[in-house]
């Protein structure tokens, strides 16, 4: 690949990025929307130059769950030392950045607030176009860069807060085919490792757990399965695992076969609700390059292999990030960045921190 002039581009050649005699532009993205220091540094031929992600499990731990202030407050504590970490590891320094983004929302608003000031102080130290970016939507385009996949494709996101499957058009273009209509999914394997006492976070200690377990030792509902549509509900289902819990005695293999029968409940419940998404497209005669799954939840490896056979099945290829790029990390911001900034796009730094911002809402922006 190549350095391709564009309009927007107007720093001078010599003060780019220099490999090989070729120029390639270069983004990094900070993510700070909930309990996850990330800062990722990617460059326009799909190459992540820095992947550093802090996690505040430790902090969390005592509390069961994300504790908003503390979140906040843990971002700031060490986010200079994970950009430092992010440039060091590269080989860069400020100055050879093309481009600053950060996660301005969704999510937890402290943190938001504290990922969003960094990048923009970056941004205007560094005199370089400042990238606000939708949480959602680098979760979304995170296989364009892992899998190179083309537009449209249809789309799986499957996180802590949102469960949803959506149509990708291109940047910016998404058409919203169905979501949860109570709990997501990583909200669901996480109230039910709770109520396992498993801890947190729930998602990989339920799957670490099922993987001793018989998926078929409780008989659990798979809510809106063959209804039409492609909305998602898993509150029924977290209600349910609490009923069949109560009065029994919490041992290991009672764990793990709660755990894997609710691991495979949801696999049915995403398979049957994926598959309508696929049929849904099919009969609109629109066409698509593959099924992409994202998300902290896509890092499970059930629901991986279940999609990926359903995807086989319907004749669709099947594109999944690496788990670690699944979950929330700063190289997903930066890619996206990369994917506007690219288009012309920046933003001013009169734009707020969002706790909420709907993927298929239109940016005015
Ligand atoms: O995308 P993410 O890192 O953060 C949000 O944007 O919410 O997703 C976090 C969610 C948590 O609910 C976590 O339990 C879930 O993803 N998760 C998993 C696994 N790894 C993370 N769920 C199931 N299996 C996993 N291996
Ligand atoms: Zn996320």
Redesign the pocket.
């Known amino acids: 690949m190549f350095f391709r002039e564009r309009p927007v581009y107007k720093r001078q050649r010599e003060t780019l990025y220099r490999l090989n005699e070729t120029f390639f532009m270069l983004v990094l993205g900070i993510e700070t929307?909930?309990d996850?220091t990330g800062v990722g540094i990617v460059d326009e031929t799909r190459t992540i130059r820095a992947n550093v992600v802090a996690s505040q499990l430790q902090q969390h731990k005592p509390y069961g769950g994300v504790v908003p202030e503390i979140a906040a407050r843990a971002h700031l504590d060490v986010i200079d030392a994970v950009l430092e970490e992010a440039l060091a590891k590269a080989g860069l320094s400020l100055k050879d950045l093309d481009a600053v983004a950060a996660t301005t929302g969704p999510?937890l608003i402290g943190g938001v607030m504290v990922g969003s000031m960094v990048g923009k102080a970056l941004a205007a130290v560094q005199k370089r176009p400042f990238l606000a970016i939708n949480?959602l939507e680098a979760?979304a385009l995170m296989a364009r860069l892992t899998h190179d996949v083309a537009f449209p494709y249809l789309l799986l996101l499957?996180?802590?807060?949102?469960c949803q499957l959506l149509l990708v058009r291109g940047i910016g273009n998404y058409r919203l085919l169905g979501r949860t209509i109570d709990d997501?999914?990583?909200?669901c394997?996480?109230k039910v490792?709770k109520m396992l006492g498993l801890g947190y976070?729930?998602?990989?200690l339920?799957?670490r757990a099922a993987s001793q377990g018989n998926p078929r030792a409780f008989a659990l509902p798979r809510p809106m399965l063959g209804r039409d549509g492609c909305d998602f509900s898993f509150s029924g289902l977290k209600t349910a695992v609490r009923t069949q819990l109560h009065g029994r005695t919490l041992t290991p293999p009672l764990v793990s076969d709660m755990a894997a029968s609710l691991?495979e409940a949801i696999a049915d419940t995403i398979d049957d609700r994926t598959r309508h998404a696929l049929d849904q497209i099919r009969k609109e005669n629109q066409g698509i390059t593959a099924l992409v799954a994202s998300?902290?939840?896509a890092?499970?490896?059930c629901?991986r292999a279940r999609l990926e056979s359903l995807a086989l099945e319907k004749g669709v290829p099947f594109a999944a990030p690496p788990?670690s790029l699944?979950?929330?990390n700063g190289v997903m911001v930066a890619w996206a960045g990369l994917e506007r900034f690219r288009r012309g796009e920046s933003d001013g730094f009169d734009v707020a921190a969002r706790p909420r911002w709907p993927l298929e809402e239109k940016r005015t922006a």
Do not use: I, K, R, W
């Not at 976070?201 to 990989?204: L, Q, T, V």
């Open positions: 929307s909930c996850d999510g949480h979760h499957l996180s802590g807060g949102h997501a999914v990583g909200e394997f996480d490792a976070p729930g998602g990989p339920v799957e691991q998300g902290g939840a890092s499970n490896a629901l788990p699944c979950t929330d």
